[in-house]
C-alpha cells in the first residue's frame, strides 16, 4: 500500500515490526497508520502511529523513522498529569539517541544483522496501563469560572490571592469565545513599516500567534499578535468585544451567584431546586405493591428478611426501609454542569 516514494519506509520499519510486533495466534497484530497525505521525495523522517488492538481509542506507540540515516526510534507514548509524553524504548542507532540507551554487552547466540549494529533497548506487544497520577492546580485561586473550570484568559491563572482587587470591589469574568480571526479570514496586518497591509490568516500557532500571508507575497514579518490585527474593512475589533464583554458582564450578574470560600470569591450559576413528592413503588413488570407482611419473606432490593409491602401478581417483596426509600422523589440542588449519580435495581450510571 506504499507508494514509490515511500518504500524505504518498509525497508527501515519492517524488520522491527517482526521482531517486536507479531504476537502469537489468536492475537493480532497491532495496526499502524500514517498521514493521509503522500509523502514528498524529498521527506527524510516519517512517523507511524501505533494503535493496540486492545485500546483502539488511544496511540500507543510512536515510530520516528530516518530515511537519511537509515534509523529507526520506537517511542512509548505514556500518560501524567492528563499529559501525554513519548518515552525511548528501542533505537536502531544508540549513537544518535539518549546516553541512557546503549547497546548491550552480553555474549550472543548469533551475529547481529546489518541493521542492528549499534541497536540498543527493546519493545513489544503489551498494552500496558497509564500509572495513577496527581495533578495540582492552581487555577482556581483567581479567575476561576465555577469550581474546576476554565481560567479567564484576561487573569494570570497563577496570581495569589493577596493580589486580588481590595475588599468591596467585585469582578465578575466571563469567557470569551474567540470568533475571530479564524485561519483563513482575511485581516490587515500591521507591517514592521508601521503601517497596515491586507492578508490573510495562514495557521495560529499554540501559543496563540497568528502566521499571516501577505497579498504580496512577501515572505517577511509574517507572525503577528492580537494587537497587530485589525478586521479588513479597518475596523478595530477591540471596541467591539469590549461592547460584547460588558453586555455578557450584565447576563452574569443575572443569571449568577457569588460565593465566598476560604477568603476567596467566585461565581457559579444559581442552583436549580427539584422538590420533594410521594410517588407509587411498583415491582419490575409495572404493577403497584401493597402492603402486606410476610416474615419469611426476603426483600427482592436488599435481601432483609421479614417484609411489609408485596406484589400479589408476581411474587415481588419490599421491606419497609426500602418501601421508603422508593415511595419519596427527594428534593434536589443542582446546577448545570453538575455530576450526577443515578443508582437503580441493577445499574449504576453517572
Known sequence: DLEEDEVWIAELFEPLRRMFFIPPPPK????????????SPDTTVVVLMGVHPDAK???????????????VHI??????GHQ???QLEFTTNARLCLHELQPDTDDRD????????????SSGCDLGGHPASVT???????????????VDPKEDPLDDPEEQPPSGTRTISVPVVQDWPLVGDEVQGLYKTNRWYPARIANITAEGMYVLNWNDRDPSDQVKTLDQLRRKDGTDPKLQREARDSGADRAAQETEEIIIEDGVERRRQQLRTTPAEAVAVHCPEGHEVQPEKKKNNSCNYCGTKSTAFR???????FCENCYKN????????????????????GYHRK
Open 326 to 345: 422508593l415511595s419519596k422523589r427527594v428534593s434536589a440542588r443542582m446546577q448545570p454542569g453538575d455530576r450526577v449519580v443515578l443508582k437503580g435495581n
Open 311 to 317: 406484589c400479589r401478581d408476581c411474587d415481588f417483596d
Open 75 to 80: 517511542y512509548a507514548v505514556s500518560a501524567y
Open 28 to 39: 493480532k497484530p497491532p495496526q499502524w497508520f500514517m498521514r493521509d497525505e503522500g509523502i
Open 136 to 150: 495540582v492546580s492552581r487555577t482556581a485561586v483567581r479567575g476561576a469560572l465555577g469550581f474546576g473550570a476554565e
Open 110 to 121: 548469533s551475529p547481529w544483522p546489518a541493521w542492528g549494529r549499534h541497536a540498543a533497548g
Open 57 to 71: 481509542s488511544r496511540i500507543w506507540k510512536e515510530v520516528h523513522v530516518f530515511k537519511t540515516r537509515r534509523m
Open 84 to 86: 501525554q509524553y513519548r
